[in-house]
């Protein structure tokens, strides 16, 4: 399916959908991505795993975003692609292509994730969220 920016005051606001919950978690992933380096092409040196759980699929979704955030921050990669994601019971196994934040320049800097008007729903037999960024 897809993501798209919508209009917020201060923030970034976004919606993200898909036809399973990974999948709406993939593009949600790319639409934090896309804030974080614009069009900069990243490349795909290395691969990262991680796994996380959450209380419900808000949490989860909150969870995985603030993971990317966390990995550019502490460890200073920069996220690519997501190669595989899965989710069984509200755990969730990710392995994202990436490269070292240090080989690129980008400006904007996406503080958090919050839950403000976030939401995570089943609608017309897909999947949709929405998120705003705090940058």
Do not use: P, W
């Not at 755990?91 to 839950?115: E, H, I, P, Q, S």
């Not at 037999?125 to 705003?132: K, L, M, T, Y």
């Amino acid at each position: 399916m897809s993501y798209d920016f919508l209009e917020h005051i201060a923030d970034v606001k976004f919606r993200a959908k898909g036809l399973t919950v990974e999948e709406m978690f993939c593009f949600a992933a790319e639409a934090l991505n896309e804030t974080i380096r614009g069009d900069i092409k990243i490349l795909e040196q290395r691969a990262v795993n991680f796994e996380i759980e959450g209380k419900d699929l808000e949490n989860l979704l909150y969870n995985f975003l603030e993971e990317f955030l966390f990995l550019l921050d502490s460890e200073g990669f920069l996220a690519a692609r997501i190669e595989s994601l899965e989710i069984d019971d509200l755990r969730l196994k990710c392995v994202v292509m990436g490269d070292d934040a240090d080989n690129y320049k980008f400006t904007n800097d996406v503080k958090a994730v919050t839950y403000n008007d976030m939401f995570v729903r089943e609608k017309n037999e897909e999947f949709e969220c929405q998120v705003v960024l705090d940058v």
